[in-house]
């Protein structure tokens, strides 16, 4: 079994109605909606963008499907788990299985650890396998990402790396424990123009190698036409537009698509 076979058959998200509710710091103030009544269903192996401004519940609805924030009410399922339900044991199971992808790879990783080590720990805690196993495993993540030759890297302290190479290493430290679904938090937002391309270019061939589902979140309608077949636009909370990604580029409904689209520098270009 190759590495690219060794990842798990993906499971269906179920996205059923959800809100979300922050009760104030004092009695009387009024509870802020972060989501509201929010439904889509994304298929084994599929992608989405949820797009939006800041403040729009997109990073809000990325924390509720990963099981670090709870509902309001409504319910998300994936495969054989109802997310909002899981406690314990389960809920680490879960963990395993729906991996986020950090927005700063300069913040997400331990300046203490090497490379190798940030990504034996997920193989061990989640895999159970052992030492001598996640270390090929590693080799095999290093390879995967384009951080060769390995054994070069895995001995790097992330000091050593720069932003691009971070981001790798964070995306194959996602991939470490095998998920079904990964949750990507606009990770490409803190790296130098330059490298962004390169970095969803990277995103995109290891979806497409691994089957995994993906969830791409972002305020960039130009980088999630890169990486998604399917679009959700959210503004306060709510969705006021949702299709396949080249539909909703090229023939906006909502002026607040519309609102987006023209921030870009030349929009004109979704029309060909």
């Known amino acids: 079994m190759n590495k690219i076979d060794s990842f798990r058959k993906t499971g269906t998200l179920v996205v059923e109605d ?42 809000t609805l990325a924390r509720l499907i990963t099981g670090a924030e709870r509902p309001s009410s409504g319910s998300i399922v994936f495969s054989d788990y109802r997310v909002e339900r899981l406690r314990g044991k389960n809920l680490r199971h879960y963990y395993g299985d729906v991996q986020l992808v950090f927005q700063d790879p300069y913040a997400a990783l331990n300046p203490l650890n090497t490379v190798s080590y940030a ?7 989640y895999l159970g396998v052992s030492t001598q196993q996640a270390r090929l495993r590693v080799n095999e993540l290093l390879e995967l990402v384009g951080l060769t030759p390995v054994e070069q890297f895995g001995a790097k302290l992330p000091h050593q790396l720069s932003g691009g190479q971070r981001q790798r290493v964070v995306l194959a430290r996602a991939l470490a424990c ?40 972002t305020h960039d309608l130009l980088s999630a036409r890169l990486v998604t077949n399917n679009l959700l636009v959210l503004n306060n909370g709510q969705v006021v537009e949702q299709g396949p990604t080249l539909e909703v580029l090229r023939n906006p409904q909502n002026e607040y698509t519309k609102k987006l689209l023209a921030a870009l520098p030349n929009p004109s270009h979704w029309s060909t």
Do not use: C, W
């Open 18 to 59: 959800v809100t979300k509710l922050y009760q104030g710091r004092r009695r009387h103030e009024a509870s802020v909606v972060a989501v509201k009544n929010v439904s889509f269903t994304l298929p084994a192996g599929g992608t989405i963008g949820l797009v939006g401004a800041s403040g729009s519940g997109k990073s």
């Open 119 to 125: 990504l034996t720990r997920p193989i061990i805690n």
């Open 178 to 217: 095998k998920p079904q679904l990964l949750v990507a938090d606009e990770p490409v937002s803190m790296l130098d123009v330059s490298l962004r391309a390169e970095i969803l270019s990277l995103l995109d061939q290891l979806r497409r190698q691994t089957g995994i589902s993906l969830i791409y979140i």
